[in-house]
């Protein structure tokens, strides 16, 4: 029976700065256990579940990480299978399994790792989404995931919707959802954003981690038209001067209320 690498996270602080750390490694799925502040995190290697255990030792001292091989016994889909729809302004994102007679509903096949929209980043992206003129506009969404960001701004009126993720297994998530969603028309690159070569576009969407928002901030601005919008999230509070100083050629236009630490900002290039 096939195992997956993983780690047994005990006693847990400080959770949203540890889960802000997990992004950096190779992470499937992280599974809550009945212990209270007690985390199996699955990796997709026994390499990165190593690597991460160095690193979160170091950073995290208190926290107890002890190394597991889990049996696969479907814990991905039977975790995945207790997600209901959730409404997120007026947008509703809904697992094939729940999905109910509204306007505006996106349905989203949960798997592991991607965006199902229960995530506060998530959450804060589509808020943002929602709150700037899509009418016509081409966006872009870099770290498509799921694909869900991609397909909210073409439902939103976005005539033209580009989503683009280097991470293969991503990527295949986010073709397995277009046709869960008839209407939407998006179209899928597997491609690094440090090497896209694509027209500018109105509209750029980034829910990434803080380091890759630094490290790819000359591509988002080549990325985009003198006066287009641009949505920054997936990075925490203790990030936000680091990233802002980054995208010092854009002008803040608004700052969403923070949820759990996570930030998202929208900002315009000038």
């Not at 506060?120 to 003129?133: M, P, S």
């Not at 999230?233 to 700052?255: C, H, I, N, Q």
């Amino acid at each position: 029976m096939r195992t997956w690498p993983a780690l047994e996270v005990g006693r847990l602080d400080h959770p949203d700065l540890f889960q802000a750390a997990l992004l950096d490694f190779d992470v499937s799925a992280i599974d809550e256990t009945t212990e209270p502040d007690a985390w199996r995190v699955f990796f997709g290697s026994d390499a990165a579940r190593n690597a991460a255990a160095e690193q979160l030792s170091r950073q995290f001292p208190d926290t107890v990480i002890r190394h597991l091989d889990v049996p696969d016994e479907d814990w991905v889909a039977r975790s995945q299978a207790t997600l209901r729809a959730i409404r997120i302004g007026d947008i509703v994102v809904a697992p094939p399994w729940d999905v109910p007679d509204e306007p505006l509903v996106i349905v989203i096949r949960p798997s592991m790792g991607f965006g199902t929209g229960h995530h506060a980043t998530t959450r804060l992206c589509l808020i943002a989404l929602q709150q700037i003129d899509l009418q016509g506009r081409r966006v872009i969404d870099v770290g498509t995931g799921s694909g869900l960001l991609a397909i909210a701004a073409n439902r939103l009126g976005a005539s033209h919707v580009v989503g683009i993720d280097d991470d293969a297994d991503a990527f295949h998530a986010a073709q397995d959802n277009l046709p869960l969603n008839a209407d939407a028309n998006v179209t899928l690159r597997h491609v690094d954003v440090r090497h896209a070569r694509l027209e500018p576009f109105d509209v750029l969407i980034a829910n990434v981690t803080g380091a890759l928002l630094r490290q790819v901030a000359p591509q988002v601005h080549d990325l985009t038209k003198p006066g287009a919008s641009l949505i920054l999230s997936g990075f925490m509070r203790t990030e936000e001067a680091d990233v802002l100083d980054a995208y010092s050629a854009f002008t803040s236009t608004a700052r969403t209320t923070e949820e759990d630490e996570w930030l998202c900002v929208t900002l315009r290039r000038q």
